[in-house]
């Protein structure tokens, strides 16, 4: 008796050990929940969604840019709110690093959102999880998916130009250096393509598809002829002119991007390089075909990208205005 007795509380505190290590894993920052602000600010997520439903009713592409800046925000040392921080004298911010400069936009969207929020519960909602809560709220109003934003991030008082123009994918990237990157932030070769999907909505600027359709033979010839028309070869000729990335629905968060990518339709290069032969093209063909899947997967790769190296607990701050340390 005493050796089963023995034997059963070995295999109890085993089974304790392998179970609390899976939970473990499973929850990269357990600090951050989805209830975070439950009690310290219940009127967030409805105060945040009324400021983003008036900003993309008066410009649809502003969706798209905020989903935009939440990318760029988790890809240089983690979600942060950095990417928020304007240039002084004395400090060098993130947005005129090459990725951001004359591109990432919607700066004016966070600022009256923290307004909106800051007369609801001062000094309590940061910046970085504005940043979160609008990303998602600008797919879900656009037609696409939703999920619930785990929260609990703290801002950053640091910025760092050179991490955002080393660590922000470039549009010239080829498929080995984008998994690479995603892969060095935790990230996997299926959230690559997944999160890639967040194309289907937003534009580019002409300087940042020249190349691919003048140069490229992965290309559509009748679709790089119609892009060419606003596209000088010449570079400083209409560089800043615009292009929905999707062309078939720009304004909508579906599937057609994979659509596109099928019919060699990708506007910017290292979207193309998810469908040339590589091995992210089964991905893309199953999204192409099935967007219950691609918004499943969209879903769940956008909360592991939120879950990238969030400042918690007393680092950073709460700051009073998203442009500028307290």
Partial sequence: MASSCSSFMITLALLVLVLGTNTSSANANPTLHTNFYYSSCPKLFDTVKRT???????????GASLLR????????????????????????????????RNSARGFEVIDQIKSAVEKVCPGVVSCADI??????????????????????????????????????????SNLNQLISR????????????????????GQARCTTFRAR??????????FARMRQSRC???????????????????????????????????????DQELFNGGSTDSLVRTYSTNPASFFADFSAAMIRMGDISPLTGSRGEIRENCRRVN
């Fill in 182 to 201: 995603f892969n060095t932030l935790g990230l996997s070769t299926k959230d690559l393509v997944a999160l890639s999907g967040g194309h289907t909505i």
């Fill in 52 to 62: 983003v439903e008036s900003a993309i009713s008066k410009e649809t592409r502003m």
């Fill in 213 to 222: 359709i003048y140069n490229e033979s992965n290309i559509d010839s009748s």
């Fill in 232 to 270: 000088p070869r010449t570079s400083g000729s209409g560089d800043n002119n615009l292009a929905p990335i999707d062309f078939a629905t720009p304004t909508f968060f579906d599937n057609h991007y994979f659509k596109n990518l099928i019919q060699k339709k990708g506007l910017i290069h290292s």
């Fill in 69 to 100: 800046l939440f990318f760029h925000d988790c890809f240089v040392n983690g979600c942060d709110g950095s990417i928020l921080l304007d240039d002084t004298s004395s400090f060098t911010g993130e947005k005129n690093a090459g990725p951001n």
């Fill in 131 to 172: 940043l979160a809560i609008a990303a998602r709220d600008s797919v879900e109003i656009l037609r696409g998916p939703t999920w619930d934003v785990k929260l609990g991030r703290r801002d950053s008082r640091t910025a760092s130009q050179s991490a955002a123009n080393n660590g922000i994918p470039r549009p010239t």
